[in-house]
């Protein structure tokens, strides 16, 4: 077992891009610190989540998502299998979800089958209060923390440090609000509170409980790590979108999680960094492996492929 990698965010020195390099061309997992956060948004977030989540059922389905596949508003428990993304059938995962997308009004392309995707408004509950408006400031602080890791990104790849600028000034992110209730009988077989995926985009921010289990990458030598989950500590990993921006210099890592721990509530808040719906991507580097994408085409229909009718 290896030390799970910690990266100071804040710094932009040549010696901690090469490290960030190195870890994303071994995993593409990392705890970062130096990030900035104010500890009154990340205690106002897990308390307006929380308060969320101890609704009654038919309190939180009134901003059910409403049909297969739209991506923002609530996700009854069992309601998703993360595992199909990769082709693999399994139970649902034990978890429920809230979703939020972005704040600008999207003019996709007429003919453009996503239309409806990233035009579709994020379904705000009643109770708490308080809970669009602290979502909404997170939200805004994780586009600015997501920019600001893309440009130790960048010198991490030996480009300019705003090589990623030109796709991210209408970030088409989300940011989703987990919950993985206490279990109170054995999970179906191959059921996990999350299954095996790697994630999508450009990179993933993400807050868990300090001192929480389950969360676990596939090392590259086959088994599967634990991922330490730190006070004051985001874990940062790279997905599908970036490993073919870097053009297989970088890899995305399967990740789960799993049951351990799972006699207990475990929570966590998410935040799935996106580039512009509309940016193309072109791998890096002359001998380019992939044809370019646009970003929300490839986001949309690995997405859709998770949801459970």
Not at 149 to 172: G, K, M, N, T, V
Not at 204 to 226: K, N
Not at 278 to 305: Q, T
Request: hydrophobic letters at 40%; aromatic letters at 12%.
């Amino acid at each position: 077992m290896i030390a799970f990698p910690v990266v100071d965010v804040s710094r932009t020195d040549a010696a901690t891009a090469r490290e960030v390099d190195r870890i994303c061309r071994e995993t593409g997992f990392l705890a970062a610190v130096g990030h900035g956060v104010a500890k009154a948004l990340l205690k106002d977030m897990w308390s307006v989540s929380g308060e969320f989540f101890d609704l009654p059922l038919d309190e939180k389905m009134r901003v059910a998502m409403p049909c297969p596949g739209y991506p923002y508003g609530y996700a009854p428990f069992a309601k998703e299998a993360l595992a199909a993304s990769r082709g693999e059938t399994t139970p649902p995962d034990l978890k429920e979800t809230f979703s939020i997308g972005p704040e600008s009004t999207w003019e996709a392309k007429a003919w453009d089958q996503s239309q409806g995707f990233i035009a579709a408004p994020t379904l705000w509950p009643r109770e708490p209060e308080r809970l669009e408006e602290v979502f909404r400031s997170y939200f805004r602080e994780m586009g600015g923390l997501s920019a600001r890791i893309l440009s130790l990104f960048a010198l991490a790849l030996e480009l300019p440090p705003d090589f990623f600028a030109y796709a991210i000034d209408r970030h088409a992110s989300a940011l989703r609000a987990l919950d993985y209730p206490a279990l109170d009988s054995p999970p179906a077989p191959g059921q996990l509170r999350a299954g095996a995926h790697s994630d999508y985009g450009s990179l993933t921010v993400l807050l868990a409980e300090p001192g929480s289990r389950g969360l676990e990458i596939r090392h590259p030598d086959g088994y599967w790590q634990p991922v330490p989950i730190e006070e004051g500590a985001f874990i940062v990993n790279i997905g599908d979108l970036m490993a073919r921006w870097s053009n297989d210099r970088w890899v995305s890592t399967v990740h789960r999680c799993g049951c351990a721990g799972s006699e207990k509530r475990r929570r966590s808040i998410a935040f799935f960094h996106l580039p512009n719906w509309d940016a193309e991507i072109r791998s890096i580097g002359e001998a380019a492996k992939y044809p370019p994408v646009e970003a929300g085409a490839y986001l949309m229909e690995k997405f859709r492929s998770t949801v459970r009718a």
